[in-house]
């Protein structure tokens, strides 16, 4: 069976394709590894998605497109992509046991958490290193934990982990905060959270579990130790590009390049989400880039 569109990626990009793809009468399937709502579905509250005067949990909305999508038609399958090999009339999408073809293709695979690459990091990951506030949080009730990161992304972390830790240092490079100024008015009002400036993590210690952080200050050299119960890295995104290197272009740091209808470098092949070269990696933003991309997609096929 050849479908009029393949969707490889299942978060608020991918949902929005497939509802804006099966709307449009397409034969829509959408390929997602993990579930459905990628990250958006582990973020507790999203507080600026239009339309939800106090804010509304992610696997909420997310489950709601999912839901929307298939009201419409499109279909879904777990499983993750490997290859996608351009032929004469289309292309297939190599799964690990089995090959799907499409007339075209929406590359929505997201982005994953920017490794510390430090010593430590990859041993205590699962036993005191996080990537995920909202997964891991509830475990460190009345504990000490630190965050790593000043934007956006990591003041969100520290203060969904008020809730439960007894303290929160945030370790930042800088001296002073990238995020935007609601979440910094509520990060230094907020008793719990503490700060570390200048700083950077060299190294994750303990025995069992996490027990300190080795820190460096950047400006003076000092090499302190800093006792801790976890800590929750959010430095930034690296995109899940891998599979399209060297079949769409990609800029220096690996996120696709389109142009303003989501079209790749290769006819057929659209991008949308936070995989795609882009100045603003949001919900809402996502949610937008795979409207336009099915919408593409579905001229594109008109028109072949």
């Known amino acids: 069976m050849t479908h009029d569109l ?12 497939a509802i804006y793809g099966a709307r449009a009468r397409l034969k829509t399937l959408v390929v997602e590894k993990m579930y459905a709502g990628g990250q958006a579905a582990i973020t507790d509250r999203i507080e600026n998605y239009p339309g939800f005067v106090e804010g509304i949990g992610g696997m909420e909305l997310t489950e709601a497109m999912k839901m929307q999508a298939e009201r419409f038609g499109a279909k879904f399958v777990n499983g993750e992509a490997q290859r996608i090999i351009p032929k004469d009339d289309g292309f297939i999408v190599e799964l690990k046991n089995e090959q799907l073809e499409a007339k075209s293709v929406i590359l929505a695979m997201g982005a994953e958490a ?13 036993r005191g290193v996080s990537y995920c506030a909202t997964c891991d949080g509830a475990f460190y009730t009345d504990r000490k934990v630190v965050v790593v990161g000043g934007g956006d992304s990591a003041i969100e972390e520290a203060l969904y982990l008020t809730k439960f830790a007894e303290s929160v240092t945030v370790v930042h490079r800088r001296n002073e905060l990238r995020a935007t100024k609601i979440l910094q008015e509520r990060a230094f009002s907020n008793e719990k959270i503490k700060f570390l400036w200048d700083s ?14 080795v820190i460096k200050n950047i400006k003076t050299g000092e090499i302190t130790s800093y006792p801790t119960d976890g800590v929750f890295v959010a430095i930034g995104w690296e995109p899940n590009s891998n599979i399209v290197k060297g079949l769409v272009n990609l800029n220096e740091r690996g996120y696709i390049i389109t142009d303003e209808n989501m079209a790749t470098n290769v006819p057929g092949i659209f991008a949308a989400g936070d995989i795609r070269e882009k100045s603003l990696r949001q919900v809402i933003t996502a949610a937008a880039d795979g409207a336009i991309a099915a919408v593409s997609a579905e001229k594109y096929i008109e028109e072949r």
């Open 114 to 126: 920017r490794k510390l690459m430090v010593k430590g990091e990859k041993e205590f990951t699962g």
């Open 6 to 17: 393949i969707i490889i990626g299942g978060g608020p990009a991918g949902l929005s394709a």
């Open 200 to 213: 950077v993590v060299k190294e994750v210690k303990g025995q069992e579990a996490v027990e300190e952080i």
